[in-house]
């Protein structure tokens, strides 16, 4: 089975712009979460997303938001790019039978630097 | 809320040594307790996990016993190789509502030397 894919690798952007990063889980996992890794706050947790709807969601602005559609793909957005928001971001697919104990499965993550 | 607290680190460690990490939690009800590990450039990957108390979870020499007493998920290996250099986290998933959200310590980065 092919593992969680993260598109792009690498972005380079300017404050200000938005940015939208892409998450493809592993074939028959329904749930995918965010993190937000910083060398000055670690992981973070974002939002999760399970059959299209965020379930849960993490401290952070507005400015974060994310999707998911019908064949469990996912995109998170950035907008109104901030300095500070430059970090790897992290996607993680689970199963989810509903229990909340299940394992997460990472992608290589998006590393974003905002100049 | 709910919380990890690793040990500080880095920790450096000759070939063959005993390695422990030290983690301690914070968390409601019955959380699930797993590490993580990260090498250079790559996300994480699962190194081991325990659902609850006294289960030992293991992986690739790594151990770790889930304390409820302690509320501790230590990781330990009884001899490490270079190839074990990496970032290593400690995480729990609580109960309830919390879908899809680990928390994390704050990564231990180990380096093995010949």
Known sequence: ???????????????????????????????????????GQGLQFLFEYFSETQRNKGNFPGRFSGRQFSNSRSEMNVSTLELGDSALYLCASSPDSGRTNNEQFFGPGTRLTVL | GDSVTQMEGPVTLSEEAFLTINCTYTATGYPSLFWYVQYPGEGLQLLLKATKADDKGSNKGFEATY?????????????????????YFCALTAGGTSYGKLTFGQGTILTVHP
């Open chain 1, 1 to 39: 089975k092919a593992g969680v894919t993260q598109t792009p690798r690498y972005l380079i952007k300017t404050r200000g712009q938005q940015v939208t990063l892409s998450c493809s889980p592993i074939s028959g996992h329904r749930s995918v979460s965010w993190y937000q890794q910083t060398p």
């Open chain 2, 67 to 87: 304390r409820k007493e302690t509320t501790s998920f230590h990781l330990e290996k009884g001899s490490v190789q270079v190839s074990d250099s990496a970032v």
